[in-house]
C-alpha cells in the first residue's frame, strides 16, 4: 500500500473496538485532531478536536463519539476536510487515546481496536494498533501542506505514554 498519497482532501477517520467483559470498567477509545499553524507546524497546537472541542471553522468534526465501544460498525467517527483548512494551518495530525477512566490501560489490552482512514472509496491507511500495544496513545496519521499548497497524507503510527490532556499537546512534537 502506498503510505504517501498527494492531494488528499476530505478524509474520514474511522476507529471501532469491542466492549468490555461483563463487569469489566468501560473501554473508552477517543480520537483526537491537532491542527497546527503554517508556520510552526511542530509547534504547540492551534486548535484540537476531540469529543467535547470542536474546530472554530467546523472543517474537523467528530461525526460520531463513544463510550464503550458497544454497537456494531463504526465507533467513532471523524470527518477532515482538509480542502476547506484555512491557509494559516500547515499541518494535521490524527491520534487515539485510550481514557485511564480504571487505571493504566493500553492498546494490547483493548478487544479488537481497528482504524481505517478513507478518502471516498480509497483507502489511504488501516491498522490495528499492535505495533502500539504497550501505549496508552498513538499518532495514526499526519497530514501536511505541501508547497503547491495541496495536502500529502503519511501514515503515522507512533505509541505514547500519556493520558489523553497530555498526549494531545504533545502529539505533534514528533516528527519522524
Ligand atoms: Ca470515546
Excluded at 472509496?121 to 505495533?131: C, K, M, N
Excluded at 502500539?132 to 507512533?158: M, P, Y
Aim: glycine share 10%.
Amino acid at each position: 500500500m502506498n503510505s504517501f498519497n498527494k492531494g488528499t482532501g476530505k478524509v474520514e477517520v474511522q476507529l471501532k473496538w469491542d466492549p468490555s467483559p461483563l463487569g469489566a470498567p468501560d473501554t473508552d477509545l477517543d480520537i483526537i485532531a491537532a491542527t497546527y499553524r503554517a508556520g510552526d507546524i511542530h509547534g504547540a497546537p492551534a486548535y484540537l478536536v476531540y469529543f467535547d472541542s470542536r474546530s472554530p471553522d467546523g472543517t474537523i468534526t467528530l461525526n460520531r463519539d463513544s463510550r464503550t465501544g458497544k454497537g456494531l460498525g463504526i465507533d467513532e467517527l471523524m470527518t477532515l476536510e482538509l480542502e476547506r483548512l484555512s491557509d494559516a494551518y500547515g499541518r494535521v495530525v490524527v491520534g487515539v487515546a485510550i481514557q485511564q477512566h480504571a487505571g493504566r490501560q493500553v492498546f494490547g489490552e483493548v478487544a479488537n481496536p481497528e482504524f481505517r482512514i478513507v478518502e471516498g472509496y480509497a483507502e489511504l491507511s488501516e491498522g490495528d494498533f499492535h505495533e502500539v500495544a504497550a501505549s496508552t496513545a498513538a499518532t495514526i496519521a499526519e497530514f501536511t501542506r505541501n508547497g503547491s499548497g495541496k495536502w500529502d497524507f503519511r501514515e503515522f503510527v507512533r505509541g505514547f505514554d500519556a493520558d489523553p490532556d497530555s498526549f494531545a499537546r504533545t502529539m505533534g512534537s514528533v516528527t519522524s
